[in-house]
């Protein structure tokens, strides 16, 4: 299995930066594509942004041009650098991974336990 865990969030003015982190762990799986997502309560959880294993991308249209999606492969680590935070960026942000075991052709999902992000106005 994988186990996703997340860092990086906090508080932070209008304007900022903040960058996630969220590292992948694990024996069995190889890791395709990671994301993060983000859910306020009571709201429909979003992909902000996603990376494949080829260095692919996507973004959201609320975040696009603000925030970057990178990866370190041989870490097992995805990023998601937020520039230019806005107040609705305030949200719960969750790393999540798909991981692929080749030998009986299974895709597992796996989410981290959130990071929570807040920019006041």
């Known amino acids: 299995q994988v186990q996703l865990v997340e860092s990086g969030g906090g508080l932070v003015q209008a304007g900022g930066s903040l960058r996630l982190s969220c590292a992948a762990s694990?024996?069995?799986?190889?890791?395709?594509?990671m994301g993060w997502y983000r859910q306020a309560p009571g709201k429909q959880r979003e992909l902000v942004a996603m990376?494949?294993?080829?260095?692919?991308?996507n973004y959201a249209d609320s975040v696009k041009g603000r925030f970057t999606i990178s990866r370190d492969n041989a870490k097992n680590t995805v990023y998601l650098q937020m520039n230019s935070l806005k107040p609705e960026d305030t949200d719960v942000y969750y790393c999540?991974?798909?991981?692929?075991?080749?030998?009986?052709?299974?895709?597992?999902?796996?989410w981290g336990q959130g990071t929570r992000v807040t920019v006041s106005s």
């Open positions: 990376i494949t294993s080829g260095g692919s991308t």
């Open positions: 694990g024996s069995i799986f190889s890791i395709d594509a």
């Open positions: 999540a991974a798909k991981g692929v075991q080749h030998a009986i052709s299974v895709f597992t999902d796996f």
